[in-house]
C-alpha cells in the first residue's frame, strides 16, 4: 500500500505523487527552521520511512539538502527554487535598494511584501541592527489581519476573496497555519478587519498596532505597477519603545511616501529584461544521476522541481512549450509537473501560459534566508579536511586583521590550535594576504600604512615594498602560501571566496605543520583541493545572496 500526503488525496488525475510527496518534505523541513531528522520527517509527512528516504536521497544529489548523520538539513541551493520567483516579479531587484535607503533615513526596519491568498509574503527585509529588531524573513507568510500589508491588500480584495478569508478564518481562527507568528494576542481597537481595510482603501496607508504581538508597530503602504494593479506594499516596522502608533504615522508617512513614489518611479523605468538563456540540460542531468543511483534517485521528483528554475528575469509567464524546451524535458513531463505544481500553490495557470505563485518561497527559503557565511562554508570545509587531512578554516578581513569565522579540526595529535573568533594580523596570514591582494590599490597602500609590521618571526616579511610585490604576486597568482611568517613551524595556504559581484568577501586556507608537506606538495596536493572548495562555497554563496545579504556569522 502506498502511503500519501493530504495533498495527493484531492490531486488531479495526471498530477506526479513523488513531486508532491517531494515538496511535502521540503515544506515540513522548512517550516521546523530547516532542520528535521529521517525520524521527525515520517511522523510530520506521514510517508513511509523507505519513501522519505529516497526523497532526501534525491533532494541531496540535487544539492538541496545535506544529510547529516540521521537529519535531513536545508542546505544554500535550494534557495534557487525561491530565487526563480523573486527574479520573475521583479521586485526585490529594482525596489529594493530604495528599501534600503528608506530604512537608513528613518533608522526603522523596511520590508517589502506581495500578497498571497489571504496572506502577505515577504520579499525583501532590511532590518535594522538593535536589542530588539525585526525577526521576520524573507518567505515568511503572515496572515493578512494581522499585519499592515494585509490590510492594504485587503483594500482592493474582491467579494471572492473576501468570502475565501471568512472561510479560513471560521476554519482556523487562531492562524495556527501561519507558523511564522505567535498566536493572536489582541484586536486593534476594538476594529475589524473589514474596517480597516476600508479604512485603508480611503486613506491610502494602513497601521499595525501590536497586532503581531505587543510592542510592535507598523505603517504600510501599497506599491503600484504602471497599469495601476498592486504589485507590492512596502512596510516601515518599529517598537513602542520608539514611536507609538500615531506617532509613526505622524514621523514616517511622508518619507514613507517619498519612497513609495520613487518606487513607482523605478518601476515605470526599469527595462525589459533580457530574459535567461534556456536552461537545457536538465533533463539529461536526471537521466544520469538515475542511472547512477538506481532507486534511491526520484527522478520525476527531481524533474518537477527542476520546471519551477524554468522561470526568472525576463520569464516570468511560460507558456508549455517555453518551460518544456528551458528544461530539456519532454512536454508532457513538463505539462505534468505544472499541473501538480499548480495543484500545490506553487504555479497559477493563465490561458495559455504559467507563472510561479510566492508560495515556491515557502521552498526552504525563509530559513535559509538567514544563512551566514559561515554556515555556507561549514560542510564544505569538513569535506576538504577529509581530503587532505589537514586543518582548513575561513577568515573574513577587519581592519587591519582578519578573524576566523569557520573551522574544522583534523584528528592528529598535532595539529594547528586556532579557536574561531582568533584574530591575526592580515599582513602575515596568507589569508589575511589573499584579502589584503583584492582590495583596490589605494586602499590597500591606506590600510598597511596604518599598520604596524612588526617581524613575528624571522621570516616574516616588515618592509613595505617587498610585502607590496608580495601582494601584487598573490593577487596575480590567486594563492598565498605563507612559511612560518606567522608562527615558526607553521606553513599555510590559502583562496580567496568571491561573491557575486566578484569582490574577496573571505578567504579559505590550509594550514599544518611545515614538516607535513613541502612547499611544492602544498602546491601539487592542496592547492586543487583548497580552489575546488572555494568554487563550491563560492558557487552556494552566490544562489543564497542573489536577493538576501549574507552576514560573515
Same mark, same amino acid.
Given at each position: ?66 544529510? %547529516? ?5 536545508? !542546505? ?15 521586485? #526585490? ?27 502577505? =509574503? ?131 508617512? #511622508? ?15 526599469? #527595462? ?30 527531481? =524533474? ?11 520569464? @516570468? ?31 497559477? @495557470? ?9 508560495? +515556491? ?28 587531512? %589537514?586543518?582548513?578554516?575561513? @577568515? ?11 573551522? +574544522?579540526?583534523?584528528? =592528529? ?20 594576504? +589573499? ?23 624571522? =621570516? ?43 569582490? !574577496? ?49
Amino acid at each position: 500500500m502506498t502511503v500519501t500526503t493530504a495533498a495527493e488525496d484531492t490531486a488531479p488525475a495526471e498530477a506526479v505523487g513523488p513531486l508532491m510527496r517531494g515538496i511535502a518534505v521540503l515544506r515540513d523541513i522548512s517550516d521546523a527552521g530547516g532542520r528535521l531528522t529521517v525520524s521527525e520527517l515520517v511522523r510530520s509527512t506521514g510517508l513511509a520511512r523507505s519513501t522519505v528516504d529516497r526523497i532526501a536521497a534525491t533532494l541531496a544529489r540535487m544539492g538541496y539538502l545535506r544529510l %547529516d548523520g540521521n537529519a535531513a538539513v536545508l !542546505a544554500p541551493r535550494l534557495m534557487e527554487l525561491g530565487n526563480a520567483y523573486l527574479a520573475a516579479i521583479q521586485l #526585490p531587484g529594482p525596489l529594493g535598494p530604495l528599501a534600503q535607503r528608506l530604512a537608513e533615513e528613518l533608522d526603522e526596519s523596511v520590508s517589502l511584501a506581495v500578497p498571497d491568498g489571504d496572506g502577505i =509574503r515577504f520579499v525583501h527585509q532590511t532590518t535594522r541592527r538593535r536589542a530588539m529588531s525585526l525577526t521576520f524573513r524573507i518567505g515568511d507568510l503572515l496572515p493578512a489581519e494581522r499585519t499592515a500589508q494585509g490590510t492594504v491588500f485587503a483594500a482592493g480584495w474582491s467579494g471572492a476573496q473576501w468570502s475565501r478569508w471568512r472561510e479560513r478564518r471560521a476554519a482556523d481562527p487562531d492562524g495556527r497555519a501561519f507558523t511564522a507568528v505567535p498566536p493572536p494576542h489582541a484586536q486593534d481597537a476594538g476594529r475589524t478587519f473589514e474596517e480597516r481595510a476600508a479604512e485603508a482603501r480611503e486613506q491610502g496607508w494602513a497601521v499595525d498596532d501590536q497586532l503581531i504581538e505587543p510592542g510592535l508597530i507598523a505603517l504600510a503602504l501599497p506599491v503600484r505597477a504602471p497599469d495601476g494593479e498592486v504589485v507590492c506594499a512596502v512596510s516601515v516596522v518599529s517598537h513602542t519603545s520608539r514611536h507609538s502608533a500615531s506617532s509613526l504615522r505622524t514621523a514616517l508617512l #511622508p518619507k514613507a511616501r517619498e519612497a513609495v513614489a520613487a518606487m513607482e518611479q523605478r518601476l515605470r523605468q526599469a #527595462p525589459e529584461p533580457a530574459g535567461r538563456q534556456p536552461a537545457g540540460g536538465l533533463a539529461d542531468w536526471t537521466n544520469a544521476s538515475k542511472q547512477e543511483l538506481g532507486a534511491e534517485f526520484v527522478e520525476s521528483l527531481a =524533474r518537477g522541481l527542476t520546471v519551477i528554475t524554468a522561470f526568472g528575469d525576463g520569464r @516570468a509567464e511560460l507558456a508549455l512549450a517555453a518551460v518544456a524546451e528551458a528544461t530539456g524535458l519532454a512536454r508532457a513531463t513538463a505539462r505534468r509537473a505544472l499541473i501538480t505544481l499548480e495543484h500545490l500553490g506553487c504555479v497559477e @495557470a493563465g490561458e495559455r501560459t504559467f507563472r510561479l505563485t510566492p508560495s +515556491v518561497l515557502g521552498l526552504g527559503y525563509p530559513p535559509l534566508s538567514r544563512t551566514t557565511l559561515s554556515e555556507v562554508a561549514a560542510p564544505h570545509l569538513v569535506t576538504l579536511v577529509q581530503r587532505v587531512h %589537514d586543518s582548513a578554516s575561513l @577568515a573574513v578581513l577587519d581592519g587591519n586583521a582578519i578573524q576566523y569565522t569557520a573551522r +574544522v579540526a583534523t584528528g =592528529r595529535i598535532m595539529s594547528v590550535n586556532i579557536q574561531i573568533g582568533t584574530r591575526f594580523p592580515a599582513y602575515a596570514a596568507s589569508m589575511g594576504r +589573499v584579502l589584503l591582494a583584492g582590495l583596490p590599490a589605494d586602499t590597500r597602500s591606506a590600510l598597511l600604512a596604518g599598520t604596524d609590521l612588526r617581524a613575528l618571526t624571522p =621570516r616574516t616579511l616588515t618592509r613595505l615594498p617587498e610585502l607590496d610585490a608580495e601582494l601584487d604576486r598573490v593577487a596575480h597568482q590567486g594563492y598565498a602560501l605563507v612559511d612560518e611568517e606567522l608562527e615558526e613551524g607553521l606553513r599555510s595556504l590559502a583562496v580567496p571566496v568571491h561573491d557575486l559581484a566578484g569582490q !574577496a568577501v573571505a578567504a579559505v586556507n590550509v594550514a599544518m605543520h611545515s614538516s607535513r608537506r613541502s612547499v611544492e606538495q602544498c602546491l601539487s596536493e592542496v592547492l586543487p583541493e583548497l580552489r575546488a572548495t572555494a568554487a563550491r562555497i563560492e558557487a552556494d554563496l552566490h544562489v543564497a545572496g542573489r536577493f538576501t545579504r549574507i552576514p560573515n556569522a
